[in-house]
């Protein structure tokens, strides 16, 4: 990757980083450029409309790297509820390996600039949306009917956010496990393999 590239790459995924684990407000530009190792006029180059745009690129970028990883584990677990609990169990080692530091890679970006800045909304809207897909189709895959396979895997979304903020605050992964064994077990209910 030509440096120029890996410059824009480096402040993206500093960017995604900083926002998680200590917020949009709080991070700053210089913050980013440090933790980046990118030259300052990198920043401004290919971010000419500041931070709201840099936020909106490190959102996307976290919100692919999430689908990635729900992707891989989907072609590795055979149901929604496997899928599920697989991605839980990652969600929960990878907090505990932060010290609990870390969190959903766009929670914290969101909860501080949504719905007022649009191209973090929007981002936002995607990535919730490509992941809720994913469970969505393998629940259709699972045999479950297309609005219980629908609410299903929005109830997944929004269990797995909840509990990664009630995971920080503890100060422990119980949550994480406990609440998608009970969204996993409404799965098997209403599907026709279960």
């Given at each position: 990757?030509?440096?120029?590239?890996?410059h824009r790459l480096n402040i993206v995924r500093a960017a995604a980083r900083l926002f998680r684990q200590q917020g949009y407000a709080r991070t700053?530009?210089?913050?980013?450029?440090?933790?980046?190792?990118?030259p300052k006029g990198s920043l401004y180059h290919y971010f000419p409309n500041g931070k709201e745009q840099l936020g909106e690129e490190a959102l996307r970028y976290a919100a692919q790297q999430a689908t990635d990883t729900l992707t891989g584990l989907r072609a590795e677990?055979?149901?929604?509820?496997?899928?599920?609990m697989a991605f839980a169990n990652l969600l929960a080692e990878w907090l505990a390996?932060?010290?609990y530091q870390d969190g959903c890679p766009m929670?914290?970006?969101?909860?501080?600039?949504?719905?007022?800045?649009?191209?973090?909304?929007?981002?936002?809207?995607?990535?919730?949306?490509?992941?809720?897909?994913?469970?969505e189709q393998a629940l259709l895959a699972d045999g479950a009917k297309p609005?219980?396979?629908?609410?299903?895997?929005r109830?997944?979304?929004?269990t797995l956010e909840g509990s990664l903020i009630q995971a920080r605050v503890e100060q422990s992964s119980t949550?994480?496990?406990?609440?998608?064994?009970?969204?996993?077990?409404?799965m098997r209910a209403r599907s026709k393999h279960p």
């Open positions: 990757m030509p440096a120029a590239s890996q700053g530009l210089n913050d980013i450029l440090a933790v980046s190792k990118a677990h055979a149901t929604a509820p496997a899928l599920l390996a932060s010290a929670a914290t970006t969101i909860l501080e600039t949504v719905p007022r800045a649009s191209g973090l909304t929007s981002a936002a809207q995607a990535g919730f949306a490509a992941w809720s897909d994913i469970f609005d219980d396979a629908r609410r299903l895997a109830l997944s979304i929004a949550s994480i496990i406990e609440s998608a064994e009970e969204v996993a077990g409404l």
